[in-house]
C-alpha cells in the first residue's frame, strides 16, 4: 500500500487548506484511515481518524475546524482545515490502519505552515 498526500503549503492565519490522501497498492475495503501531524520538537499526534464506515475522532484543538471526508471508491481521504491558526504549522501525514490486523501505513507527509 502506497499514501501519497496533496495540497500542503503556506497560508496566513484564518485562511484554509485542504489536504488529500490517495491510496493505491493492495487496498482492501475494512481499513480506517487519518491524518496525523508533527510540529518541530514535538511527537506526531493524532488530528483526526476515520474509520471504514465514517466514524470520526478528532483531537479536541482541531474539533468545528478540520473536517475529514473519504471516497472509498477513490481510495481516498481529505481533509478539510478551515480557521487555521499557527499552531497548527507541522508536517500532517496520512494514514491507513488495517482494521484487521492493526497494521499502519503511513504517506511521506506534506508541510502546512500558518503565519500569523
Known amino acids: 500500500v502506497q499514501l501519497q498526500a496533496s495540497g500542503g503549503g503556506l497560508v496566513q492565519a484564518g485562511g484554509s487548506l485542504r489536504l488529500s490522501c490517495a491510496a493505491s497498492?493492495?487496498?482492501?475495503?475494512?481499513?480506517?484511515m487519518g491524518w496525523y501531524r508533527q510540529a518541530p520538537g514535538k511527537e506526531r499526534e493524532l488530528v483526526v481518524s476515520?474509520?471504514?464506515?465514517?466514524?470520526?475522532n478528532y483531537a479536541d484543538s482541531v474539533k468545528g475546524r478540520f473536517t475529514i471526508s473519504r471516497d472509498n471508491a477513490k481510495n481516498t481521504v481529505y481533509l478539510q482545515m478551515n480557521s487555521l491558526k499557527p499552531e497548527d504549522t507541522a508536517v500532517y501525514y496520512c494514514?491507513?490502519?488495517?482494521?484487521?490486523?492493526?497494521?499502519?501505513?503511513w504517506g511521506k507527509g506534506t508541510q502546512v505552515t500558518v503565519s500569523s
Open positions: 476515520i474509520s471504514d464506515g465514517g466514524r470520526t
Open positions: 494514514n491507513l490502519k488495517r482494521a484487521a490486523t492493526g497494521y499502519e501505513y
Open positions: 497498492g493492495r487496498i482492501l475495503t475494512i481499513n480506517g
